[in-house]
T-cell receptor
Framework: GAVVSQHPSRVICKSGTSVKIECRSLDFQATTMFWYRQFPKQSLMLMATSNEGSKATYEQGVEKDKFLINHASLTLSTLTVTSAHPEDSSFYIC?????????FGPGTRLTVT | RKEVEQDPGPFNVPEGATVAFNCTYSNSASQSFFWYRQDCRKEPKLLMSVYSSGNEDGRFTAQLNRASQYISLLIRDSKLSDSATYLCVVNIPSSGTYKYIFGTGTRLKVLA
């Protein structure tokens, strides 16, 4: 099946700094990628839909100025958590569409101290 | 009402048991339905898509009832390795395309 990678897999940063997470589709092109966040013992919450060459569509309650999404190519979307705070600590997962199925990246565990 | 709702779980069942999970969705315009499996601290993996006619893959059977907006997953002859969280996923129309919404998940623990 299709492969999606994420980098980094784990990051620890200080409060107030920014963190960039990359999501790549390795063997296919993805015009649409999704970003999810998962807190412990909860399900995945859709944060935004990332469209190649256009602005991302954010879900209600997700601040677009805090979670910057860039989908500059058909194989790469990035999520930047700006001015991170401890409450942003979570598991961030991206997915990419291929043949009407979603393929997930392995996730990035962000810890903000 | 939540867009996708699942049995809260956890389900603790003995090896060899049959277990069923339910999921309801609120948007009648949804077109695609899936069951994913998520192991602890890992990304979700597609278990199976759910088709209107129902579909089976080995010990797993998925059913869709569009009239009741209800999806089910049946696992027969449970194995220890089936222990995981099972996530119901439904697509809903959004800005001319679709987005995918996850249920809260049902935890399954298969006991020896």
């Amino acid at each position: 099946g299709a492969v999606v990678s994420q980098h980094p897999s784990r990051v620890i940063c200080k409060s107030g700094t920014s963190v960039k997470i990359e999501c790549r589709s390795l063997d296919f092109q993805a015009t649409t990628m999704f970003w999810y966040r998962q807190f412990p013992k909860q399900s995945l919450m859709l944060m935004a839909t990332s469209n190649e060459g256009s602005k991302a569509t954010y879900e209600q309650g997700v601040e677009k100025d805090k979670f910057l999404i860039n989908h500059a190519s058909l194989t790469l979307s990035t999520l930047t958590v700006t001015s991170a705070h401890p409450e942003d600590s979570s598991f961030y997962i991206c997915s990419a569409m291929a043949a009407y199925e979603q393929y997930f990246g392995p996730g990035t565990r962000l810890t903000v101290t | 009402r939540k867009e996708v709702e699942q049995d809260p779980g956890p389900f603790n069942v003995p090896e060899g048991a049959t277990v069923a999970f339910n999921c309801t969705y609120s948007n009648s315009a949804s077109q695609s339905f899936f069951w994913y499996r998520q192991d602890c601290r890992k990304e979700p993996k597609l278990l199976m898509s759910v088709y209107s006619s129902g579909n089976e893959d080995g010990r797993f059977t998925a059913q869709l009832n569009r009239a009741s907006q209800y999806i089910s997953l049946l696992i027969r002859d449970s194995k220890l390795s089936d222990s995981a969280t099972y996530l119901c996923v439904v697509n809903i129309p959004s800005s001319g395309t679709y987005k995918y919404i996850f249920g809260t998940g049902t935890r399954l623990k298969v006991l020896a």
